[in-house]
């Protein structure tokens, strides 16, 4: 084995000072959780509970196995929006009958589980990683369907909720949706669509059109029971096709129709793996509070891969980008990592060749980012650095094994994208805390702004306003700023979550776990043309 050497000196009061500033970004980070956590407040909650029912997590929770994790995708989904944080969805990967599953409950707590322009999104988001890596999935279903003042964001592209349900099941992935209450107009498709419908007793209420709607279309006077209930469509219209007395046995049923899916991973699962040599809790002190400070990448691998035993690839050439093989939780891993954030084109040429390798053997990759993008200047121009960087990019973009992304520290750029960011399809994307991400850093942005007016003024014959150029940069550095937060970020689903540091290496077996429930192949040659 090749062992990595830690250098990292947890006396160190510089590492202690990454470690406060850390856990005092995670203490922020709970308290946006607990947002999503406490749904639609109190008064909410214990209506809902007085109506004898369960929460959403507490539906989950009775639907997994015993003792095994759920990890919840998009938890912060709607932060900074007028929508309450989660987006009244909660969505994850859990096992279900030893069935590694993707699960969606509504949150009808907050407006009765209707779904808002971000539901909406962290829906889909949620079809797409079932797809991409044959997942059954189990709706777990009580809304009023759209949140109807927010309709027109809602409408249209609401459409693919059901396109995705039925894609789904034409793929011969099975889907599953448990009705503990309203499922009403677009939402009555949910059952509808699915291959397997559980209705709870007095409770489900299924329809296109509730009684009032159908006096006015029709004038026919109807009641919840007769028009939507479960017993019902059990009984008559044959869309429940399993009965339950009460949400308990809902979900035992769910459990039953699961564990009768024959769903089988397409690889075995590799069984125990060694940990790695060092302590996950010194994650918490590695990346520093600046970002422009650099940080050894080496020190957190060697805290997340296998008995933190990595093999380098071209460790003298292109060193600001680290590349290599190792094991996670028994999967073999090809990682890039970058060591001090700019990228030259020896590290895009060197990125380029260790993605064709991994495509060639069918390994998965592991991008792990704090990149402030590809070099500038006119040597770095001159040298190809565009051709370069593209060349990056083109392998990233046609590599066919699954990725997967961790945003450690600065991620700007077309940085991003050559490290595999949200646009270029990573099967699971996630965030520390310490992550920023943004076209490039705040202050940089701010005095190309300042920069370009003033030349424009120069240009124009017109004196320049330097406190105003002042008062501009530093609006613009805080706006920035701001919009580069992970949890902004996350509010907007442009990551699957945001961690604590010290759960990457969990997160991560999970997620490579579902990755090898498809079969996958890595691309022979299918790769754009490379400018040399």
């Known amino acids: 084995m090749t062992v990595l050497a830690s250098t990292l000196n947890t006396a160190d009061p510089e590492y202690r000072a990454h470690r406060d500033a850390m856990l005092a970004k995670l203490a922020a980070l709970d308290a946006e959780h607990a947002k999503a956590l406490a749904g639609g407040g109190d008064t909410y909650v214990e ?14 929770e009775l639907l997994l196995d ?20 989660g987006a009244a969805l909660v969505t994850g990967i859990g096992v279900v009958e030893g069935v590694e599953c993707l699960i969606t409950a509504n949150d009808p707590t907050v407006r009765g589980g209707a779904s808002n322009p971000w539901s909406l999104r962290k829906a889909l988001r949620a079809n797409d990683i079932a797809l991409a890596n044959r997942l059954p999935v189990i709706s777990l279903v009580e809304s009023g369907g759209a949140d109807l003042p927010s309709q027109k964001e809602i409408f249209i592209p609401g459409g693919a909720i059901f396109r995705d349900l039925t894609r789904l099941s034409a793929a011969g992935i099975p889907t599953v949706a448990v009705v503990f209450g309203n499922s ?3 939402g009555a498709y949910v059952p509808g669509m699915s291959d397997h419908v559980i209705m709870v007793k007095e409770r489900a209420k299924v329809f296109l059109g509730g009684p009032p709607l159908v006096k006015m279309a029709t004038g026919e006077e109807s009641d919840d029971e007769s028009l939507g209930g479960a017993e019902m469509h059990a009984r008559v219209s044959g869309l429940a096709d399993h009965f339950a007395v009460d949400e308990p046995d809902a979900l035992h049923q769910a459990r039953r129709v699961v564990a009768r899916l024959n769903h089988r ?15 996950e809790d010194e994650l918490l002190g590695i990346v520093p509070g600046d970002l422009k400070a650099p940080f050894d990448p080496r020190e957190v691998i060697a805290r997340i891969v296998d008995a933190s035993d990595f093999d380098e690839f071209k460790p003298l050439y292109g060193t600001s980008l680290t590349t290599g093989w190792a094991a996670l939780h028994g999967y073999p891993v090809g990682i890039l990592a970058n060591a001090r954030g700019v990228l030259f084109s020896e590290e895009s040429q060197k990125a380029a060749q260790f993605i064709q390798l991994a495509n060639q053997r069918d390994i998965p990759l592991l991008f792990l980012h704090n990149t402030t993008g590809y070099m500038v200047g006119r040597e770095y121009e001159q040298g190809g650095i565009i051709k370069h960087g593209a060349m990056m990019i083109n392998a990233v973009s046609n590599s066919r094994v699954p990725h997967l992304s961790v945003l450690m520290g600065a991620s700007y750029g077309a940085g991003h994208y050559g490290m595999c960011g949200r646009a270029y399809d990573p099967r699971f994307l996630f965030a520390w805390p ?9 202050q940089q942005l701010a005095g190309v702004l300042s920069i370009v007016a003033r030349q424009s003024a120069a240009a124009k014959g017109r004196p320049y306003d330097d406190e105003a150029d002042a008062a501009l940069r530093a609006m613009v550095e805080q706006q920035i700023e701001s919009e580069s937060l992970p949890v902004f970020l996350s509010g907007r689903l442009y990551d699957d979550g945001v961690i ?22 890595g691309a022979r040659g299918g790769f754009g043309v490379f400018r040399m």
Do not use: Q
């Open 434 to 442: 310490s992550a920023k991400s943004a076209v490039m850093g705040p």
């Open 66 to 85: 015993p003792d095994t994790p759920f990890l919840e995708l998009s938890p912060l989904a709607a932060w900074g929006s007028e929508y309450t944080v």
């Open 500 to 521: 604590d540091p010290r759960d990457t290496r969990t997160v991560l077996g999970l997620c490579l776990s579902a990755v090898h429930t498809a079969p996958y192949e």
């Open 265 to 279: 991973k397409a690889y075995p699962d590799p069984g125990p793996a060694a940990p790695p040599e060092y302590d």
């Open 184 to 186: 009403t107009a677009g």
């Open 47 to 60: 209506r809902h509970r007085g109506r004898g029912k369960l929460l959403a997590r507490e539906r989950i």
